[in-house]
């Protein structure tokens, strides 16, 4: 008896140490964790953040305060389905556009909306209008980043050009002049985190300001100060300057979930259930009951492989990979137009990256997803506009906004519009082609002031639609438009009228199906629904 456990005791012994000898650190895992630690610290040397805790995402109490006036009053009217059906600056013809707060449109809702609400939006008026950029503050959750205070923000720009619109048919003049001052201050002060989804807000609230700032010069009651002050709000461009720090954000949230996922590898203990098939297949099935064990099994070992050694290589070429494209987006951004920037395939194109892991597992799946989700969100049009063509187009929009406020700005000085762009001191070229801005002045006292756009073809002024959808209004050129004549705005209204129908009463548009004749031409523009 005493021989029997002797040697039960000698084969668990031998079993143990061999377990213990089969999980120590080999020399190549040795070498792979000194590969990692060495490419985060010549990131980190470079200038590269490899952690989220590197990152400093807190505001001081002045900071917050001001977010926290600027979320609470844009999460107001999130509900109010007539503010989102409310469009301005609706394009009739090329280079011609209607005038959102001349014709139908839920006044008498808004107007009451606004008044229960005011304290809060002065509130959020006060606080943008403060000196200092306005940030947010995102919340970092074991490996997610959280964003809560993104989508306040778009809505509190809608409400503020709502605001400015209701004032301006009141003749409120000097609260309307507040409120365009405060929505191009919080698109030109907007300080984003250097995370994607900020940077789109961006540009949409710069879109906001843009189209905010025509509807209000439709008055021509502003004087030469005011749109200098306006002017010099978008002197110097923000966003590129934050872009580049994308990839080190990312990189940091990757490595965490790779970190997060080597310790959950490692810790993991595979039981029974775990291992094998439903125990009633094996007497039914048996080769594919041993089939599958052995599949399980093999993944297991594959996980524990990785979280020893791959995981380490796998974070040396993100880093790598992720530095590269960083060093891309700079030289794009030092590029003078879109079309120079076209030539730099890792700012404009898809770069693939290619791990390590080249077996099934939730490890290979999880970094491949995120990896193809930031691919496919900076470099692929896709059903909305890529990371870097919003930033080209933003660059787009903020040069002809200042060629139009210099324009303005020179009629105000001088009673006349100029003959050319050339009279305009300082004026920019065309990010997209370096060209001249287009510039076609009318003997009636209007003009129009476009760029090519992205698809760098000249479509005469022709404004991306919105309501259209895409891809097909995704490629226009971005419009400063004129005002459209009576005959062209009443043409339009026709034709609108023949597909949609205002409801005083629901305060909303509601869609009538067009005759079958119509069913194949393009619609025309039409309420956001």
């Not at 892991?357 to 049009?381: E, G, H």
């Not at 490629?475 to 004549?485: G, I, N, T």
């Amino acid at each position: 008896m005493a021989r029997r456990w002797i040697i039960a005791a000698a084969v668990c012994g031998v079993l143990v140490l061999a377990g213990v000898w089969a999980r120590r650190p080999r020399g190549d895992d040795l070498e792979a964790i000194a590969l990692a630690a060495q490419a985060r610290a010549e990131a980190r040397a470079a200038g590269f953040k490899v952690e989220l805790a590197e990152f400093d995402f807190a505001l001081d109490e002045a900071a917050r305060r001001r977010l926290t006036a600027v979320t609470n009053a844009g999460a107001l009217l999130n509900r109010e389905l007539w503010l989102s059906q409310m469009q301005w600056m609706q394009s009739v013809a090329p280079g011609a556009a209607v005038s959102g707060w001349r014709g139908e449109g839920p006044w008498a809702a808004a107007e009451i909306a606004f008044r229960s609400r005011a304290a809060a939006h002065d509130a959020a008026v006060a606080a943008v209008l403060e000196p200092g950029p306005l940030r947010t503050e995102p919340i970092v959750r074991d490996c997610s980043i959280l964003l809560p205070h993104l989508a306040p923000q778009g809505q509190l720009a809608h409400a503020l050009t709502m605001r400015m619109t209701l004032d301006l048919r009141a003749g409120r003049l000097a609260e309307a002049w507040t409120n365009l001052l405060a929505v191009n201050t919080l698109a030109a002060r907007y300080e984003p985190e250097p995370f994607l989804i900020p940077l789109s807000v961006g540009d949409r609230l710069a879109q906001r300001a843009f189209t905010a700032t025509w509807e209000a010069l439709r008055t021509n009651v502003w004087s030469e100060a005011q749109l200098a002050q306006l002017a010099a709000l978008w002197e110097t461009p923000k966003l590129w300057q934050i872009a580049e720090n994308t990839s080190s954000t990312r990189t940091a949230e990757v490595l965490c979930w790779i970190k997060l996922a080597r310790e959950e590898a490692r810790t993991n203990r595979l039981s029974w259930a775990e291992v094998t098939p439903p125990w009633s297949t094996l007497l039914s099935h048996p080769m594919t009951f041993g089939r599958e064990t052995w599949k399980r099994l093999r993944t297991h070992r594959q996980n524990r492989l990785w979280a020893r050694r791959n995981s380490y290589l796998d974070e040396v070429i993100l880093i790598s990979f992720q530095r590269d494209r960083r060093e891309d987006l700079r030289r794009a951004a030092a590029q003078p137009t879109w079309a120079a920037m076209q030539a730099i395939p890792g700012a404009t194109q898809a770069v693939q990256l290619t791990l390590t892991t080249n077996y099934p597992s939730k490890v290979q799946a999880m970094i491949n997803l995120r990896a193809m989700s930031f691919a496919f969100a900076v470099w692929d049009a896709g059903p909305d506009p890529s990371f870097i063509k919003k930033l080209v187009r933003h660059e787009m929009r903020r040069r002809v906004l200042l060629a139009a406020l210099a324009v303005e700005r020179f009629r105000a000085r001088h009673g006349r519009l100029p003959a050319s762009l050339d009279e305009l001191p300082g004026a920019l070229p065309d990010f997209a082609d370096g060209e001249p801005l287009r510039y076609r002045p009318a003997p009636d006292g209007t003009f129009v002031l476009y760029s090519v756009g992205l698809d760098l073809r000249d479509d005469g002024g022709r404004m991306r639609d919105s309501t259209r959808g895409y891809p097909a209004s995704l490629e226009r050129d971005v419009v400063w438009p004129r005002e459209a004549s009576a005959e062209q705005e009443a043409a339009w209204r026709e034709r609108r009228a023949a597909r949609w129908r205002w409801n005083p009463a629901g305060q909303h548009w509601f869609e009538v199906p067009p005759p079958p004749e119509l069913m194949e031409t393009e619609p025309e523009p039409e309420p956001r629904r």
